[in-house]
């Protein structure tokens, strides 16, 4: 994989445990221990924006010119395709808008109640290491989730946090978090988005990542109630124990 211009696939396969996240010996903690800016966006962010704040940030940490920054937000409802989107995985006629994401991965959903984490920090600075970044932002998110006592686990086929639904079925796993990043020149941009209260019927418009025989979940629809603030507040805590401290921006 090129690390300049470099995309993780959903059908990437890692090293993973069903328990726990497995750790390379690198950690993902900046050794200067610098503080990655945390950026919260209280209103829906436009999908065309972020984008081009997200390129705008990862040019100035190329640069040596901006810090890392995580970047809280919500979209309004809308489609996003990655760079194995394969058109048949777009059902119909598409009822919300669709944007060319640019990042890893195939199509998904955004939209209210999601809390779409955008992750732009510098790998050079973080053990150059792409497989442990991600199995990183997968256990940042399965620690998470487990504060709101959700037992999520990672998949050895496939990239993102699942959740066992055995009710549904031998073997079914639904996810609860997708994960979807770009690295260039070794500085990341896209991230996460967590479903805590979506509108779930919109994934029926797409068929989620590419995978059709597994389903999408949340907070909600485990039956766990939170608000919006209580995940970000465990979002902050867990990353800072994956990737170090934080400052408000």
């Not at 991600?134 to 050895?156: M, P, S, Y």
């Not at 949340?218 to 979002?235: C, I, Q, Y």
Request: charged residues 25%; hydrophobic residues 35%; glycine residues 8%.
């Amino acid at each position: 994989m090129h690390a300049h211009n470099a995309q993780i696939m959903v059908s990437e396969k890692l090293m993973i445990s069903e328990k726990r996240i497995i750790l390379r010996p690198n950690s993902q903690k900046r050794t200067d221990n610098t503080p990655v800016e945390w950026r919260v966006s209280p209103l829906q962010v436009p999908y065309p924006y972020a984008l081009a704040q997200m390129k705008e940030r990862i040019k100035k940490i190329t640069a040596g010119d901006g810090a890392e920054q995580v970047w809280l937000l919500e979209h309004p409802p809308l489609y996003t395709a990655g760079t194995s989107a394969r058109p048949e995985d777009l059902l119909g006629a598409a009822k919300l808008p669709v944007f060319d994401a640019g990042r890893g991965g195939q199509f998904t959903y955004h939209g209210p109640g999601q809390r779409v984490a955008y992750v732009m920090v510098d790998l050079k600075q973080r053990g150059r290491d792409i497989r442990s970044f991600v199995q990183h932002l997968e256990g940042w998110i399965i620690d998470t989730l487990a504060t709101f006592d959700i037992k999520a686990l990672q998949n050895d086929d496939r990239v993102g946090v699942w959740v066992n639904r055995p009710q549904k079925g031998k073997g079914r796993q639904d996810k609860i978090a997708a994960i979807g990043i770009r690295v260039s020149k070794w500085v990341s941009y896209h991230g996460i988005s967590l479903n805590i209260s979506p509108d779930l019927s919109h994934y029926q418009g797409i068929v989620p990542c590419g995978i059709s025989d597994q389903g999408v979940t949340s907070f909600e629809d485990l039956g766990h109630k939170a608000s919006m603030s209580e995940v970000d507040k465990a979002l902050r805590r867990s990353f800072e124990d994956h990737f170090g401290p934080t400052i408000d921006v």
